[in-house]
């Protein structure tokens, strides 16, 4: 079966830091680029970051430097390190493949609030 379950929602401080999991299942997973998104209340899904399957790695302008997308091939699982959070950063975080997209997994929530 075909499946993404996304982990490592919580709630932060502004400032703080958090390491969102993607497990990947059902398909060959480094063959795949790979991306988040991320969902927040009243607003459309927006894509996040991606990587490819060389691991390069591309980010939105809001997010470059403070996130770090990455992968690890032999566990099946794509990770986001998210640094110097803010609170415009709260929202449902979704992983898929920005091609051929898979049916969407039950997001992580990530709220920042003080």
């Known amino acids: 079966q075909v499946q993404l379950v996304e982990s490592g929602g919580d709630l932060v401080q502004p400032g703080g830091s958090l390491r969102l999991s993607c497990a990947a299942s059902?398909?060959?997973?480094?063959?795949?680029?790979m991306a988040w998104y991320r969902q927040a209340p009243g607003k459309q899904r927006e894509w996040v970051a991606s990587?490819?399957?060389?691991?390069?790695?591309d980010y939105l302008d809001s997010v470059r430097g403070r996130f770090t997308i990455s992968r690890e091939n032999a566990r099946d699982t794509l990770y986001l390190q998210m640094n110097t959070l803010k609170p415009e950063d709260t929202a449902v975080y979704y992983c898929?493949?920005?091609?051929?997209?898979?049916?969407w997994g039950q997001g992580t929530q990530v709220t920042v609030s003080s």
């Open positions: 898929n493949r920005p091609t051929s997209a898979i049916n």
């Open positions: 990587i490819s399957r060389h691991d390069n790695a």
């Open positions: 059902g398909f060959l997973f480094a063959a795949y680029s």
